[in-house]
Structures are given as C-alpha cells and as structure tokens.
C-alpha cells in the first residue's frame, strides 16, 4: 500500500478505496483478513476514528465483516461488488462526460471507439 495521500478527497475514502484496490487486486480474497485499523492508524499515521469510518463503510456495504474479538475479513462476493460498483462510477464519472463532450464536438460513436483503441494502444506499449 501507498502511504501518500491527495488532499482533494477526505483521508477515510482514501483509505477506504486502498483496500478495495487491495480486494480488486487480489492482493486481498475472499475469507482473508484485512488490515486491522490499529495496523492502518500505524501505517498511515493518522486519527483511528478516519480509518474506522472507512473500513465502517465496507462493513456495511457487505465488502468486509467482522468476527468479534479476531478482525475484519473479505466478504465472499466481495470483489464481484467492487467490480459492479466501480464500473456503475465509471459510466457516471467519465462515460457520460465523454459522450456529452463527443457529442458537441460532433465526434460519431466510431471516432470515439478509435480513439479509444488508439488510447489503449498507447498503454500497452
């Protein structure tokens, strides 16, 4: 995990959002135990309470759940939930905007798929 954090988001969603990566990595599967907060608080160095929102949060999404006394562990379906919800955020956060734009540029749906491939192209190399 990467210590650094951006300051355009707030810490709990970075937090939160590593160890999704982690899950949707495979770095963490299903029936592993995850980082325990303590383990987080000391890794990042920050306030408890930040990293308990987080790791709260995918408790209660079905993401992580704990076994009393033991820790937190990665749900089964975890990572399918994670794949589902990040690619319903994508279409919102960058499909649509790209297709609004394309459409005032006049850019036709082939032109986009081109560019795309041309994109991708670019980051394969």
Sequence with gaps: ???KFVQDKPI?????????????SDQLKEG???????QLVDFYKINH?????GVN???DE???FKKRGIG??????????LIQKRKQSFIEDHVVNLVHEA???GITEEEIIKYIKIVRGREAK
Aim: charged letters at 30%; proline letters at 2%; aromatic letters at 4%.
């Design 1 to 3: 995990m990467k210590k």
């Design 12 to 24: 709990y969603i970075q937090v939160r959002e590593k160890i999704e990566d982690m899950i949707l």
């Design 32 to 38: 592993d135990q995850a980082p325990s907060t303590t």
């Design 49 to 53: 309470v930040t990293v308990l929102k």
């Design 57 to 59: 949060q995918l408790v």
């Design 62 to 64: 079905g993401i992580l």
């Design 72 to 81: 937190m562990f990665v749900a089964e379906g975890a990572k399918e939930k």
């Design 103 to 105: 459409n005032k540029l």
